[in-house]
T-cell receptor, first 113, second 112 residues
Framework: GEDVEQSLFLSVREGDSSVINCTYT??????LYWYKQEPGAGLQLLTY?????DMKQDQRLTVLLNKKDKHLSLRIADTQTGDSAIYFC?????????????FGKGTRLSVIA | EADIYQTPRYLVIGTGKKITLECSQT?????MYWYQQDPGMELHLIHY???????EKGDLSSESTVSRIRTEHFPLTLESARPSHTSQYLC???????????FGSGTQLSVL
């Protein structure tokens, strides 16, 4: 399909790991991004991965990229209540026409204390 | 830390009013964008600009207009607001197309 796909909701217990999944569409995408949006705020760039990488780790965040399946995931270790937010994945598309980045619909992460 | 600012943060107005949502960035970015965000979270690109005097319509048709007279400033105008315009409006910029976007905090618009 043409859309960047994400599951809409994820609920985890505090202290557990969260895994947010994304399926993108353009195998020639150069960068793939994860953004975080807290209630009533704009989007904040969380992390990104270059397409020639399989994994990127940044403190509690681990990004995994499976280019064959066009699958991107974000793992948050030791999830805290402050991680409750909406998480968007986004891809660049070579022949995107008007669209600079293509965003998924967002995954709402709820952390239960 | 992103230096992109949107004002006002919240706006409640009556139907038929003309409004301008402001967006400014101090990073010298040529590319600027306006997104409309549904209450259900999805982002829709409504306008973008590649530089001064450049404006283009995005993927979602919008009754709003934009202008880009200065690099740092990308205001969005609604000539006659309607309740269907009630939404969150997010401004963003990037150094080059396809590169990471920096977002403002958004303007939550409510039209009564």
């Amino acid at each position: 399909g043409e859309d960047v796909e994400q599951s809409l909701f994820l609920s985890v217990r505090e202290g557990d790991s969260s895994v947010i999944n994304c399926t993108y569409t353009d195998s020639s995408s150069t960068y793939l991004y994860w953004y975080k949006q807290e209630p009533g705020a704009g989007l904040q760039l969380l992390t990104y991965i270059f397409s020639n990488m399989d994994m990127k780790q940044d403190q509690r965040l681990t990004v995994l990229l499976n280019k064959k399946d066009k699958h991107l995931s974000l793992r948050i270790a030791d999830t805290q209540t402050g991680d409750s937010a909406i998480y968007f994945c986004a891809e660049t598309r070579r022949n995107s026409g008007n669209t600079p980045l293509v965003f998924g619909k967002g995954t709402r992460l709820s952390v239960i204390a | 830390e992103a230096d992109i600012y949107q004002t006002p943060r919240y706006l409640v107005i009556g139907t038929g009013k003309k409004i301008t949502l402001e967006c400014s960035q101090t990073m010298g970015h040529d590319k600027m964008y306006w997104y409309q965000q549904d209450p259900g979270m999805e982002l829709h690109l409504i306008h973008y600009s590649y530089g001064v005097n450049s404006t283009e319509k995005g993927d979602l048709s919008s009754e709003s207009t934009v202008s880009r007279i200065r690099t740092e400033h990308f205001p969005l105008t609604l000539e006659s607001a309607r309740p269907s315009h009630t939404s969150q409006y997010l401004c963003a910029s990037s150094r080059v197309e396809g590169e990471k976007l920096f977002f403002g905090s958004g303007t939550q618009l409510s039209v009564l």
